[in-house]
């Protein structure tokens, strides 16, 4: 048991080379009783002594001790403690850390807790972007973090700073609440930036995802799947094969009233769909999906117009506005145009006669940029199939696999089988 | 016997080295690829079974940098032409340095039997460099044909090389320090083919898999023989636009011949600069490009399907009660 100067000094003391911060790891896991939290209300002078680059380690369990006892933060907490924390996670040094990576995700937690209770998520955004590259193993591996991290980005309405982290492929996944809230949110955020697609596929994520019971985020995550997929596909697909029990048989339970409005959606008629949302409206508000569920409305035309490319090569604006259950040509002309610019159908105005020609996709697959765009999807591609060979191999060599198979193959003595698994290994 | 045999080895160290010399006696040698791929294969296979038995029982010869593998060359001289044919293996004793007589005989009256032409014309051995034992050998040799050649093949892959490492040393009587002694000196030689030998030379060095029937390693092969060619030729156009930035840019002197030469190759190039052909080409590229794609497609799907089998079979739980779905897919 160390007094907390000796502790600073050796942290300062042993922060040089790898051995020394193992050792001093030791001596900090043994510092680490309730003796010293005890004495934690006086970490705050200490810290002014130590660096974050160079001492992490030490700053770390210092700082973690002095943020987890609540008496100290409503005593300390606020601007100062903000500042440190925020400076704490941008400097320091990312191996040191990974030596205590809970002690560093509580301390992120604080962060976030705080800029939350301040009202100010934007402070918080710099300093949990850095920590979330600092705490990672690798670009693919999800923590903790990264949630807190979008959360904080959607509060303060900047989705870009989350597109980031975002744009990185998950492939290590350790709580599943993690992946959960990491979908829900980054869904969220790419709604927020019209990147319907990829919100699609985040919200997917979140609703096939194995779970045994039930979660309220895959609950969300559902109503936001099927308002999405309402606006980017006109349609909610059913759930595919690899869906939990769990999740196909409740979640539409817990979601009456948007299949109710994607059924709504689906006969076509928009003042029908238009009344349906306004007598639910407290209710999608109360969710707050009302602005998602006013873009599906306005989607309807859309949808309509494109139904049309389908039937006719050209159409007229009055006949359009009619189908399209618009109230003036000049509306008709108005969305076409949108739809147009938006590369949503291929289609030429007319403006003499008024009718409107719909063309096929006029990509010729001609141009270098095709060549760029089909090179860059094969090279994706080949990373992923490396990536999925390693994981086969993985699983051949797991011996819940090899047990299973070892069994199935009894006492039979085919030749060929002669150098695989020998079944009475187990 | 001793002490001449010393003091050769003592001087001959230094010539040794030196068998830079050329030789002078104005013989011809013509080399068949079947005596070089004999070789290869006999320091691969002595290389690999020693591998495989540890340290054990290495061959032949010192075993300061792996072991040297050693054979006879026999073939046909004809006047000035020294045609090397064939080659087979000798045991090297590693106690006394000399080879097996009487295995050498026996080898000797076998392949008399088969090729009734063909005589020892000299030996062989691998190594970077000519040893000093080795003119002991070559002197042993020198009751069976008085003048025998030595061939040396150096194991080392050294990819800037361009050459066959092999090299094809003679013994010729010089006067060295007072006294004559024999020493190595390099030869020129050929590489002499016949039909036969140069499809299974081509067949050895291509290594296809057994089932080389299916269409897929056939392909394999292709595309790995253009790959190749291509990439040399990007090499070598490399080395040729380094070469003419560095003359544009002064560090080389400007040699008009060598312009004149490039000029004349790069005029030689197929080169259309058409819309029209720009569009087929590219669409032909695209539709090439695309069918990779959904191969790649394909492939990943497959090998998804086989993961997903694997974590069902290791992680199956059986079925629930109310007949919920119990597999993962």
Known sequence: MESVEALVAHIQGLSGSPQEVAHLH????????????????????????????????????????????????????????????????????????????????????????????????????????????????????????HADYLLLCLLAKQYKAGLSVLEDDIFEVDQPRDLFLYCYYGGMIYIGLKKFPKALELLHNAVTAPMSSLNAIAVEAYKKYILVSLIQNGHVPSFPKYTSSTAQRSLKNHTQIYVDLSTCYGNGRYVELESFILSNAERFQSDNNLGLVKQVLSSMYKRNIQRLTQTYLTLSLEDIARSAQLNTPKEAEMHVLRMIEDGEIHATINQKDGMVSFHEDPEQYKSIEMVEHIDSSIQRLTALSKKLTSIDENISCDPAYLMKIGRERGARFDYDDFDSVPHKYF | MSAPSDS?????????????????????????????????????????????????????GE???????????????????????????????????????????????????????????????????????????????????????????????????????????ESELHVIDGSPQLIFVRSNYTIETVEAERISVDHVAHLKPSDGGSAATQLAAHLTGIHSAIKM?????????????????????????????????????????????????????????????????????????????????????????RGGRGAFM
């Open chain 1, 26 to 145: 030791n001596l900090l896991k043994q510092a680490d009783c309730e003796s010293l939290r005890a004495h934690s209300a006086a970490f705050v002078q200490f810290l002014a002594h130590l660096q974050p680059e160079t001492h992490s380690l030490g700053y770390l369990y210092l700082l973690e001790a002095f943020v987890t006892s609540t008496a100290n933060l409503m005593d300390h907490g606020g601007r100062d403690l903000l500042v440190t924390a925020a400076d704490f996670l941008t400097a320091c040094s990312a191996d040191q850390i990974r030596l205590a990576p809970d002690k560093f995700l509580n301390v992120c937690r604080v962060l976030k807790d705080q800029v939350m209770q301040l009202n100010m998520p934007i402070r918080g955004i710099a300093p949990l972007r850095a920590a979330v590259r600092k705490i990672q193993a690798s670009p693919e591996q999800l923590t903790p973090v």
């Open chain 2, 233 to 321: 030729l990007n090499s070598r156009a490399r080395v040729i636009h380094q070469f003419l930035v560095a003359m544009k840019s002064g560090e080389v002197p400007v040699d008009n011949s060598l312009l004149r030469q490039v000029s004349s190759l790069v005029r030689r190039l197929p080169a259309m600069e058409s819309q029209k052909f720009q569009d087929d080409f590219l669409m032909e590229y695209n539709d090439t490009l695309l069918m990779t794609y959904l191969a790649m497609f394909t492939n990943c799907s497959s090998t998804m399907n086989e993961l997903v089998e694997k974590i069902n079979t290791s992680y199956e739980r059986p079925a629930t009660r």
């Open chain 2, 8 to 60: 050769a080895t003592a001087t001959a160290h230094a010539p040794a080295s030196a068998s830079a010399a050329s030789s002078s006696s104005g013989l011809t040698f013509k080399l068949h690829p079947l005596v070089i791929v004999n070789v290869s294969d006999h320091h691969t296979r002595v290389k690999a079974q020693a591998a495989c038995s540890g340290d054990g029982s290495s061959s032949s």
């Open chain 2, 63 to 169: 075993t300061q940098r792996g072991s040297r593998v050693f054979g006879c060359v026999i073939g046909v001289q004809r006047g000035r032409t020294v045609e090397i044919f064939n080659s087979f293996e000798l045991v090297l004793d590693p106690v006394s340095g000399s080879l097996d007589r009487a295995f050498l005989e026996k080898k000797q009256e076998l392949y008399k039997k088969v090729f009734p032409d063909f005589y020892v014309l000299g030996w062989y051995s691998t190594g970077s460099d000519v040893r000093d034992t080795d003119m002991q050998i070559h002197k042993a040799l020198m009751d069976v044909n008085e003048s025998p050649v030595y061939l040396l093949l150096n194991p080392a892959i050294n990819l800037s090389q361009k050459d066959l490492p092999v090299t094809i040393y």
